[in-house]
Nanobody, 118 residues
Framework: QVQVAESGGGLVQAGGSLRLSCEASGSFTVIAMGWYRQIPGNERELIADISADGSIRYADPVKGRFTIARDEATSHLKMNALKPDDTGTYHC???????????????WGRGTLVTVSS
């Protein structure tokens, strides 16, 4: 079984920093990892992702402030200069190919809450 879990959320003042982590356990090959933010009443929006070849995408509002990195089956999102608009539940997504399968499957964590106060 594949399991994905996030950690690192919390309450921080504007201008502060947090480091989120997402760890996947099981047997698989990592294709891509990403972080998405969701607030009540809205769809999840891409914050950052990284593919197996190292290519990275960032949402415009976080460019220059957030950094995504991968260490084997774990992804990290370093969040600097946090703003109140960054508040939300952050979900990690890991695109993983399990043994004997051609296509990758997306696995979602249950989310970690980030609250940025003004």
């Amino acid at each position: 079984q594949v399991q994905v879990a996030e950690s690192g959320g919390g309450l921080v003042q504007a201008g502060g920093s947090l480091r989120l982590s997402c760890e996947a356990s099981g047997s698989f090959t990592v294709i891509a990892m990403g972080w998405y933010r969701q607030i009540p009443g809205n769809e999840r929006e891409l914050i950052a992702d990284i593919s197996a070849d190292g290519s990275i995408r960032y949402a415009d509002p976080v460019k220059g402030r957030f950094t995504i990195a991968r260490d084997e089956a774990t992804s990290h999102l370093k969040m600097n200069a946090l703003k109140p608009d960054d508040t939300g539940t952050y979900h990690c997504k890991e695109s993983l190919r399990t043994p004997g399968k051609r296509n990758a499957t997306n696995y979602w964590g249950r989310g970690t809450l980030v609250t940025v106060s003004s």
